[in-house]
């Protein structure tokens, strides 16, 4: 798959670049995995000096050994003897720097803790001793949103306070993914588009999975998901197992609760039979794998929140994948198919209102979008989108099909939260998979 949109953060890589040609600049870019930080970044340095590592989970020595040969390789850089030890290879591409720009990027940077923590404050050091005379465009690429946010932005920590710049990659918008589609499939229905993103969210890896095999209908879209040899099935705990450690199977099982629709605390606090706020604030705080979703006007105090997964793939497998791994160690993947296809049209009405508030924020001048729920968990409103500088607002109920939208009913709800549309210019609309 070719390399789509991303004209913002390609920008930010630009102009930091020309700035390390005068003076040190060292970036952050975060991203979960998939998502497309090394494709990005290799397309940003295309026709310039660079030079990429990958920090794998071996010996120094070895890491080592391997970085030296790279370094040669790619920037012609020659070090007499055996590096085994990483600061002394970074200070040789410090020293290089104060003669020759060029760009460094670390990809997996935070698994220099496994290798050997004692690396970051090696980096610190050295990064302190050179950055007033080194040309270097340095970044560092991390996939485990936690440990890279320890690593930079805990106080305690030897990085904290030496970034120049951060960037976090966010999956292509709903508009990059329906173009890609449309590239793929002239001829693609809502109903195609609508499975491409609730199942990929926008990940870019996930889209270049589907498209390059042929997927690119809503009905092979499900099948290459569900086959047995389909890398969709075991994603998402090979993703998440590094990130969770030992305590995997409690986060694992909170997790495929609000995927299943128990959405507050107090219900997952029973079926789990534990106090789970810690652990929902982990999962919030530390590893931005779910949003805690207020009603709109509701008081910064209120207890009418509600849980849920921010990442459309992880979502789709806590749904109906991890719930099923019995039916894949039998190999009936005929039986797993038959039980996301049985409940495929309530749960993509659901991912449907969430393509729309992502499509209306891109298109709008929007300051604040959410949902409505009145204190009784009633009089839904599936969107509310606000523009405070503008004094506009969108009201929104979403269904599937237009003919079940009652304007009538929806109109009645806004009344009740007319008080606090006073100031603005309410637009009232039905969408539905027409309006995609």
């Not at 070895?62 to 030890?85: P, W, Y």
């Not at 104060?98 to 670390?106: A, D």
């Not at 979008?369 to 004094?391: F, H, P, Q, R, T």
């Not at 003919?403 to 549309?421: G, N, P, R």
């Amino acid at each position: 798959m070719k390399f789509y949109n991303r004209k913002k953060e390609q920008e930010i890589l630009l102009q930091n670049k020309i700035q390390s040609e005068k003076s040190a600049c060292f970036t952050v870019m975060v991203g979960r995995r998939r998502i497309g930080k090394t494709s990005l970044l290799l397309e940003s340095v295309r026709g310039q000096k660079y030079l990429y590592l990958f920090v794998a989970r071996k010996n120094e020595n070895l890491l080592c050994s391997q970085f030296q040969s790279d370094a040669e390789k790619m920037l012609g850089l020659k070090i007499f003897g055996t590096i085994t030890q990483f600061r002394d290879l970074f200070e040789q591409l410090l020293i290089f720097a104060t003669r020759e720009h060029f760009t460094l990027i670390i990809d997996e940077f935070q698994e220099f803790e496994s290798v050997n923590p004692a690396i970051f404050s090696d980096i610190q050091n050295l990064w302190d001793q050179y950055k007033d005379k080194a040309r270097i465009n340095f970044i560092a690429c991390g996939s485990i949103y936690s440990l890279m946010m320890k690593i930079f932005e805990n106080r305690k920590e030897p990085l904290f306070g030496r970034l120049s710049s951060k960037i976090i990659l966010q999956p292509f918008a709903v508009s990059v993914t329906k173009d890609i589609l449309r590239e793929y499939n002239a001829k693609y229905t809502p109903e195609d588009l609508l499975c491409l993103y609730l199942l990929t969210g926008g990940v870019a890896k996930y889209i270049e999975l589907l498209m390059d095999a042929g997927a690119v209908t809503h009905k092979q879209m499900l099948d290459m998901v569900t086959r047995a040899d389909s890398p969709f099935l075991g994603e998402g705990k090979d993703l998440l197992i590094s990130e969770f450690g030992k305590e995997y199977g409690t986060y694992f099982s909170i997790l495929q609760l609000i995927a299943s629709g128990k959405n507050r605390q107090s219900e997952i606090d029973s079926i789990i039979d534990k106090n789970t706020g810690a652990y929902l604030v982990n999962l919030e705080k530390e590893y931005s794998l779910i949003v805690r979703n207020k009603p709109m006007f509701s008081k910064p105090g209120s207890r009418r929140a509600r849980w849920s997964l921010n990442d459309n793939y992880l979502r789709f497998w806590f749904r109906f994948i991890y719930p099923n791994q019995s039916l894949i160690e039998m190999g009936r993947f005929d039986l797993l198919r038959e039980y996301i296809d049985k409940n495929y049209e309530q749960y993509s009405g659901l991912i449907l209102e969430k393509y729309f508030r992502e499509k209306i924020s891109e298109s709008f001048r929007v300051t604040e979008i959410g949902s409505y729920w009145d204190s009784k968990g009633e009089n839904e409103i599936d969107i509310v989108a606000l523009n405070d500088l503008d004094k506009t607002s969108i009201i929104a109920e979403v269904k599937r099909n237009a003919k079940k939208i009652d304007m009538v009913k929806l109109e009645t709800k806004v009344k009740s939260i007319q008080k606090h549309l006073a100031k603005y210019k309410t637009d009232i609309i039905g969408l539905s998979m027409d309006n995609m």
